[in-house]
């Protein structure tokens, strides 16, 4: 199946800091791509649907100028968590749809885990 | 909008014991339903999905659900677990017109020896 990469795999950062974290469609084309975080024990929630060449869309509640997406080609899509502090530490998973087709399938990157100090 | 529970947030079971992990959801249009297995510190795996046709879809490691329309169901079986599949399973749905999942709240599975 699909590979979709995501880099770092974990980051610590002092709080204040801004950190990056990318993810990356390996074989395939991905127009759309899709940033989840996930508190310990707890399910996914969507963030936001990033979108290649257009601005990306925001669930209610996530503040867009603190975590800023860039979709900058069809197989790379970026999230920077702004002046980080300690409650934005979490795990965020990003994940594209399957290619080309009408049948709705996620492939998942291995996520990133996010701690601030 | 659709919405997902999955019923138990634990399920222990013995080794080689069946197991059976809940999961309804609630649509007012036609869905798409997906079971993810998440290993620590993992991103997600697919383990099934029904899309349309039979009701009854066998996945990897031979887990198998069943799409039930009148009860709104789509519970993840499997016959006889093995320590490996000591994990967090998620049911999820989507519409058919959208490609963005909506997430149950998992259910930690462990499988004791």
């Known amino acids: 199946g699909a590979v979709v990469s995501q880099h770092p795999s974990w980051v610590i950062c002092k709080s204040g800091t801004s950190v990056k974290i990318e993810c990356r469609s390996l074989d395939f084309q991905a127009t759309t791509m899709f940033w989840y975080r996930q508190f310990p024990k707890q399910s996914l929630m969507l963030m936001a649907t990033s979108n290649e060449g257009s601005k990306a869309t925001y669930e209610q509640g996530v503040e867009k100028d603190k975590f800023l997406i860039n979709h900058a080609s069809l197989t790379l899509s970026t999230l920077t968590v702004t002046s980080a502090h300690p409650e934005d530490s979490s795990f965020y998973i990003c994940?594209?749809?399957?290619?080309?087709?009408?049948?709705?399938?996620?492939?998942f990157g291995p996520g990133t885990r996010l701690t601030v100090l | 909008a659709q919405s997902v529970t999955q019923l138990d947030s634990q399920v222990p079971v013995f080794e080689e014991a069946p197991v059976e992990l809940r999961c309804n959801y609630s649509s007012s249009v036609s869905v798409y339903l997906f079971w993810y297995v998440q290993y620590p510190n993992q991103g997600l795996q697919l383990l099934l999905k029904?899309?349309?046709?039979?009701?009854l879809v066998k996945g990897i490691n031979g887990f198998e659900a069943e799409f039930n329309k009148s009860q709104t169901s789509f519970h993840l079986r499997k016959p006889s677990v093995h320590i490996s599949d000591t994990a967090e399973y998620f049911c999820?749905?989507?519409?058919?017109?959208?490609?963005?999942?909506?997430f149950g709240s998992g259910t930690q599975l462990t499988v004791l020896p």
């Open positions: 994940s594209a749809p399957s290619p080309g087709a009408i049948l709705n399938e996620q492939f």
């Open positions: 999820a749905v989507s519409d058919r017109s959208a490609r963005q999942l909506t």
């Open positions: 029904y899309l349309s046709g039979s009701t």
